[in-house]
């Protein structure tokens, strides 16, 4: 038994996330960890929300809350729709917890005793009404570009043209709209990543198994242009994590608060220790996952992400970490998507586009979507959503496949033997040949799920499920009943036993499905089958069974066309 810790890129708290947001990183981890547990490993799953940032203070002046109070609401939507998708976590924490401030304080005080802090003075617009400095993004003007009159500090909407705020003609404060700003001197903190260049580069270079996709960017981030850059880890705001080193205050320092990019991977550790308080464990519970001199040198780490966040995990948190000078547990493999794409374009939040995760749960069980976002995951290109790919999929995989092997043999049985596996007759050549088969084809499914290859363990599940249906077709045990009913006997054991070990092996992927594949099985036995002949007879003869109801509804034709219509995206 080894034991597996493993982080979900945090989502960010504004708004609801996207299908394609959910298969990037929160989906394969959940997969992966699902499939660990089943194994037998001792797992930790970790995510969270990640709360602090302009455009969390931004999307809280929208509706009118205080930031704390919406990034408390959020959270529980976005917790709810984890739930729904069926997401083990165990914990899913908030980047804006009392552990993730004092850790936070406790890295940046580390980093700075190390030598690794410098601090920077810079020029920045102080609004006088406001009285605080603004970000890029709240200073609002006119575009020197093409005019639009309400153009941000960082950027155009309009023209799209990146922007200092000094550009911008007739600049204003877009919290209170005061054209009273001026342009002041303040300090804030960079992490002199260029001074842990050569023990970032020596780490990846270490990291042999990793996904080009993975090291690529990091080694373009390294490399490229200028190299490695040192990286501001301070803001002017009010919502976030005070700047501190350690628990001492830090002169020149009051009322700036930590960059998000700095507190938000360090919230991965302060959400395992907020899991460790929420079981009213101490220290030591949490710490033998992340300090190697606690027991986390046996703990093998990975991380789920889309391809964007892979800079700041190969890079800004490990430099964060070896800075420490502590003995933190760094990342053994990180595993990255490319994106996926929806109908032709891109999800966009802004046009409505696309199926986002409560759309999703209000037309489709769970499962339908785990399946189809996970059989086609943006592993080695990005990959599109289409409705009748997902129609195809769901109709063909789930309903066809799996769902009318289980459906026929439970029906079968109840008709001819009641519902109880029957006794009598013996297993042939047919019966030998699906073990064998089975045997092959599981310990592949086995190696894609720990080599984390998604599509290709799905194509190998998806596999196995069809070797049980060839059986059935070919065994034909209604036929045979005719002639030798122990002979249909023995088919009918061996095909009820192995809807028992399709819901072992289908349960990282479709978890409902297998719940309910085991309650109508009556057994609670989720012994993964490392000899296939003993998995197909664990339920005896006698056993009694439910006929289950529709494991999967079919997409109709109508269904797809009017959600596509549906989710198409309101044009501007
Ligand atoms: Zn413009």
């Given at each position: 038994m080894a034991r597996i810790l493993i982080t979900s890129a945090l989502p960010y708290i504004n708004g609801i996330k996207h299908l394609g947001n959910l298969v990037g990183s929160q989906l394969p981890a959940d997969l992966t960890a699902r499939y660990m547990r089943a194994r037998g490993h001792e797992v930790m799953f970790i995510c969270a929300t990640d709360e602090h940032g302009t455009p969390a203070e931004l999307a809280a002046a929208k509706t009118g809350e205080a930031v704390a109070d919406y990034c408390a609401r959020m959270h529980d939507v976005q917790a709810e729709l984890a739930r729904g998708f069926r997401l083990s976590f165990d914990h899913y924490g908030r980047s804006s917890s009392a552990q993730n401030h004092r850790l936070t304080q406790h890295f940046a005080g580390k980093l700075a005793e190390n030598g690794f802090i410098e601090e920077v003075s810079e020029k920045q617009v102080y609004s006088i009404a406001d009285g605080r400095f603004l970000p890029d993004r709240y200073i609002e003007g006119t575009c020197p570009n093409c005019g639009y009159d309400r153009a941000r500090g960082d950027q155009c909407?309009?023209?799209?043209k990146q922007l200092d705020p000094t550009d911008l003609i007739n600049p204003r404060s877009a919290i209170s709209g005061s054209t009273e700003l001026e342009v002041r001197e303040t300090k804030h903190l960079y992490l002199k990543q260029k001074a842990l260049k050569g023990d970032i580069d020596g780490w990846i270079d270490g990291q042999k198994d990793w996904p080009i996709l993975t090291t690529s960017i990091a080694k373009k981030w390294l490399h490229d242009g200028d190299g490695l850059q040192d990286r501001g880890i301070t803001r002017d705001l009010n919502w976030g994590i005070p700047v501190k080193k350690g628990d001492q205050d830090w002169p020149g320092m009051e009322g700036k608060v930590f960059y998000v990019w700095f507190d938000a991977p360090i919230e991965y550790i302060a959400a395992t220790a907020e899991w460790a308080a929420k079981q009213g464990l101490g220290d030591e519970a949490w710490e033998r996952w992340w300090r190697t001199d606690k027991g986390a040198e046996d703990v093998r780490y990975l991380q789920f992400m889309g391809k964007d966040n892979v800079p700041f995990h190969t890079l800004s948190f490990p430099a964060t970490i070896m800075g420490s000078r502590e003995p933190w547990k760094l990342v053994d493999y990180i595993k990255s998507f490319n994106y996926l794409n929806y109908d032709g374009g891109q999800f966009s939040t802004s046009q409505g586009r696309g199926v986002f995760m409560d759309q999703a749960l209000s037309i489709l069980p769970a499962d339908y979507w785990r399946w189809w976002l996970l059989s086609h995951a943006p592993e080695s290109s990005d990959s599109e959503f289409t409705w009748e790919n997902f129609q195809a999929s769901v109709n063909k995989d789930?309903?066809?496949?799996l769902g009318n092997f289980v459906s026929r043999i439970t029906k079968f049985c109840r008709s001819k033997f009641g519902e109880a596996l029957p006794e009598g007759g013996e297993f042939g050549e047919r019966e030998a040949q699906l073990v064998a088969e089975l045997e092959t084809r599981i310990r592949a499914y086995e190696g894609f799920m720990e080599a984390m290859e998604v599509r290709k363990a799905a194509s190998e599940l998806r596999a196995i499920w069809v070797a049980g249906n060839e059986y059935l077709q070919s065994a034909a045990p209604w036929t045979v009943i005719k002639t030798e009913p122990e002979r249909a006997a023995a088919m009918v054991r061996l095909s009820l036993n192995l809807v028992r070990l399709y819901a072992v092996l289908s349960e990282p992927f479709i978890p409902d499905a297998a719940a309910t594949m085991l309650a109508a099985m009556k057994t609670e036995d989720r012994s993964w089958p490392t000899d296939v002949s003993a998995a197909l007879s664990v339920l005896p003869v006698g056993h009694a069974f439910e006929t289950p109801e529709v494991l999967f509804g079919k997409i109709a034709d109508e269904s797809r066309e009017e959600w596509a219509a549906q989710f198409a995206g309101v044009r501007t």
């Amino acid at each position: 038994m080894a034991r597996i810790l493993i982080t979900s890129a945090l989502p960010y708290i504004n708004g609801i996330k996207h299908l394609g947001n959910l298969v990037g990183s929160q989906l394969p981890a959940d997969l992966t960890a699902r499939y660990m547990r089943a194994r037998g490993h001792e797992v930790m799953f970790i995510c969270a929300t990640d709360e602090h940032g302009t455009p969390a203070e931004l999307a809280a002046a929208k509706t009118g809350e205080a930031v704390a109070d919406y990034c408390a609401r959020m959270h529980d939507v976005q917790a709810e729709l984890a739930r729904g998708f069926r997401l083990s976590f165990d914990h899913y924490g908030r980047s804006s917890s009392a552990q993730n401030h004092r850790l936070t304080q406790h890295f940046a005080g580390k980093l700075a005793e190390n030598g690794f802090i410098e601090e920077v003075s810079e020029k920045q617009v102080y609004s006088i009404a406001d009285g605080r400095f603004l970000p890029d993004r709240y200073i609002e003007g006119t575009c020197p570009n093409c005019g639009y009159d309400r153009a941000r500090g960082d950027q155009c909407e309009n023209c799209t043209k990146q922007l200092d705020p000094t550009d911008l003609i007739n600049p204003r404060s877009a919290i209170s709209g005061s054209t009273e700003l001026e342009v002041r001197e303040t300090k804030h903190l960079y992490l002199k990543q260029k001074a842990l260049k050569g023990d970032i580069d020596g780490w990846i270079d270490g990291q042999k198994d990793w996904p080009i996709l993975t090291t690529s960017i990091a080694k373009k981030w390294l490399h490229d242009g200028d190299g490695l850059q040192d990286r501001g880890i301070t803001r002017d705001l009010n919502w976030g994590i005070p700047v501190k080193k350690g628990d001492q205050d830090w002169p020149g320092m009051e009322g700036k608060v930590f960059y998000v990019w700095f507190d938000a991977p360090i919230e991965y550790i302060a959400a395992t220790a907020e899991w460790a308080a929420k079981q009213g464990l101490g220290d030591e519970a949490w710490e033998r996952w992340w300090r190697t001199d606690k027991g986390a040198e046996d703990v093998r780490y990975l991380q789920f992400m889309g391809k964007d966040n892979v800079p700041f995990h190969t890079l800004s948190f490990p430099a964060t970490i070896m800075g420490s000078r502590e003995p933190w547990k760094l990342v053994d493999y990180i595993k990255s998507f490319n994106y996926l794409n929806y109908d032709g374009g891109q999800f966009s939040t802004s046009q409505g586009r696309g199926v986002f995760m409560d759309q999703a749960l209000s037309i489709l069980p769970a499962d339908y979507w785990r399946w189809w976002l996970l059989s086609h995951a943006p592993e080695s290109s990005d990959s599109e959503f289409t409705w009748e790919n997902f129609q195809a999929s769901v109709n063909k995989d789930l309903a066809d496949v799996l769902g009318n092997f289980v459906s026929r043999i439970t029906k079968f049985c109840r008709s001819k033997f009641g519902e109880a596996l029957p006794e009598g007759g013996e297993f042939g050549e047919r019966e030998a040949q699906l073990v064998a088969e089975l045997e092959t084809r599981i310990r592949a499914y086995e190696g894609f799920m720990e080599a984390m290859e998604v599509r290709k363990a799905a194509s190998e599940l998806r596999a196995i499920w069809v070797a049980g249906n060839e059986y059935l077709q070919s065994a034909a045990p209604w036929t045979v009943i005719k002639t030798e009913p122990e002979r249909a006997a023995a088919m009918v054991r061996l095909s009820l036993n192995l809807v028992r070990l399709y819901a072992v092996l289908s349960e990282p992927f479709i978890p409902d499905a297998a719940a309910t594949m085991l309650a109508a099985m009556k057994t609670e036995d989720r012994s993964w089958p490392t000899d296939v002949s003993a998995a197909l007879s664990v339920l005896p003869v006698g056993h009694a069974f439910e006929t289950p109801e529709v494991l999967f509804g079919k997409i109709a034709d109508e269904s797809r066309e009017e959600w596509a219509a549906q989710f198409a995206g309101v044009r501007t």
